[in-house]
């Protein structure tokens, strides 16, 4: 069982067979399966997530590292053939509301920080940007979830790059 995809869609009993505790102290470690999921989440941000941060470096060329997430979502998105795609994108629309919410702020915290860094050089534009950027994002992760290779996912990433460097000319 992938811990990221699975966790929400397995019963309790199944989840704490797997994790090799009883309910009692499934219960005391995670409060319930949302609670697993919201730790699975911060777990993710910390160590699977693309490091927008450091990705995001104000010395570089904006369109560089605004094509620069996007390559590196491409590879995050093709790194584990098991669990393709991205986790909280994928997590956005999980039938459970509670995972569906915990996934969705994750989603909101990193496309600000995407604006944000956008508006800095190009606020008249962040907006259209930002979206553009989001929206290639949960396209190559459709795509990650569907089998594309990590060779077409990088074809497709490196060709919305040189549209941001189009949209972006004579701009950081």
Same mark, same amino acid.
């Given at each position: 069982m992938t811990?990221?995809?699975?966790a929400?869609?397995a019963?309790t009993a ?6 090799g505790?009883?309910p009692?102290? &499934?219960?005391a470690?995670f ?10 989440l ?7 997530a ?10 570089r060329p904006l369109?560089?590292?605004?094509a620069d997430?996007l ?7 093709a790194a ?6 991205c986790?909280?994108?994928e997590g956005?629309?999980?039938n ?6 915990a996934?969705?702020? &994750?989603?909101?915290?990193a496309q ?5 860094h956008?508006a800095k050089?190009?606020p008249?534009d962040?907006?259209? /940007?930002?979206d &553009?950027?989001?929206?290639t994002m949960a396209?190559?992760s459709?795509?990650a979830r569907h089998g594309q290779?990590?060779?077409?996912l990088?074809?497709?990433?490196? /060709?919305?790059?040189e549209?941001?460097?189009v949209?972006?000319?004579g701009?950081?």
């Open positions: 811990a990221s995809r699975s929400l869609s019963s199944v989840l704490t067979q797997a994790l505790i009883n009692p102290s &499934f219960y470690a409060g319930s399966k949302a609670g697993l999921y919201a730790r699975i911060d777990r993710y941000a910390q160590t699977g693309i490091p927008l941060p450091q990705i995001l470096d104000a010395n369109a560089d590292a605004l997430v390559e590196q979502a491409a590879r995050c998105y584990d053939p098991i669990a393709t795609g986790l909280v994108l956005t629309r999980s459970d509301a509670q995972a569906r919410e996934a969705c702020g &994750f989603h909101v915290a600000e920080l995407i604006r944000s956008i050089q190009c008249h962040a907006d259209r /940007l930002a &553009f950027v989001s929206t396209g190559l459709a795509s290779s990590l060779e077409r990088l074809a497709s990433a490196r /060709l919305a790059g549209a941001l460097r949209a972006l000319r701009i950081g």
